[in-house]
């Protein structure tokens, strides 16, 4: 157990633990439901995807409660410093959180929808691309459950490798638009998959954002990548 | 000026009052964005499209010293009740603000680089989306201003329309791809312009649900609207 500071309540750490142990349960279900969408599609297995679309309203119910114990915790224990940083961090990363959760239930109506061998095709792209996503959103769940500044900042960095994937999923599957022009419509579904997953990419550093404003006590947000390892040298 | 309840501090009110006004010309600022982006993209406008890429970072800006102001008020006012719900509102409407503003941006950067005829022609499509969406935005803050609870649900409902206007240009815009081949990478650019108006919509959504979280002290993220007929009747 990471050690958040020593409170003179015994009761407010065992709480806060609590709700940070919530949010690593909500993390590890959102990435458990973005691996089955990512196999359902895969696999072509539409009783997984209707599996994940079932239970894409448990990681929202996970949202909902995690939000009310921070707004309880705050009401009740007036947490500040740090302590009421991590509040805020948790508030915000079970946000970005329940998002990529709701790609995951999109990716999962595209498995259910698509019946045609050639469509199917089209989405083989979008693997590699939900395998990076999970990888980053792995580690930025593992960076958040140690508080882990520097993983932070590298994970950061993680989001280029990404978007380069992603773009390059798309100009391919521009060219087969071009080529292949009755499928237009077909292909457009998997690219607004393709940006849907490059979003997750976005919300992983979103969180890593969170973690360094957590252990530095500043916002990084809206600043480039060497000014964050100037904030976080400091 | 909103009566937000009587404080033994006329020093919290008067803070908390400054950070609802700072919100809101936030809001005004992000919505002169978008209306300056879709006038820049209308009128081929490229030195109005350079402001608003200019003026971005003053939104993210906002967006920060919001946020610092909303966790400096919990930890040396630590409010509870209504002032806390109030402040976990306000936390949460300028996140999804900023990503309005961000919007405008990429809208601002898709008038610099394009330079044909045949691309405005197509962009063409995008004012009405973005006339709508601006409407949406404008009539969310105000009912923010006056944390009014029916014209928060009044306005959740118009994201359908706004839904429906999204899909009619994706559509036509498809129809166009398959026809004129050539064209497909400056239609999948004004294409992905549609989709991010579109979640302009949703994010309009969320601060209704964030003002009827305020007003009603529940939570109705994640239920259909129906319910959240029901939830602010009783």
Known sequence: MMQLGRHIS????????????????MGGLVEQQLSYAMHALHKDDIELARKVVRDDHKVNAMEV??????TRIIAKRQPTAKDLRLIMSIIKTI???????????????????SSTVKERTFQAALEPLCRSA????????????????????????????LDNE???????????MIEDSDNIPNILTVMWSARAIERIGDRCQNICEYIIYFVKGKDVRHIDE?????????
Request: charged fraction near 30%.
């Open 95 to 113: 946000t970005d959180l329940e998002r990529i959760g709701d790609v995951a239930t999109k990716m999962a109506y595209i498995t259910i929808e």
């Open 166 to 176: 992603v773009e390059s999923v798309i100009a391919s599957l521009t060219t087969s």
């Open 65 to 70: 409660s995690i939000d009310e114990a921070c």
């Open 10 to 25: 015994g009761q407010f750490n065992a709480e806060l633990e609590s709700i940070r142990t919530h949010l690593l349960t």
């Open 226 to 234: 060497h000014t964050i390892d100037e904030a976080v040298e400091d």
């Open 134 to 161: 999970i990888e980053m959103l792995h580690q930025v769940l593992d960076a958040f459950a140690r508080m882990d500044l520097e993983a932070a900042v590298r994970i950061y960095k993680l989001d280029d490798k």
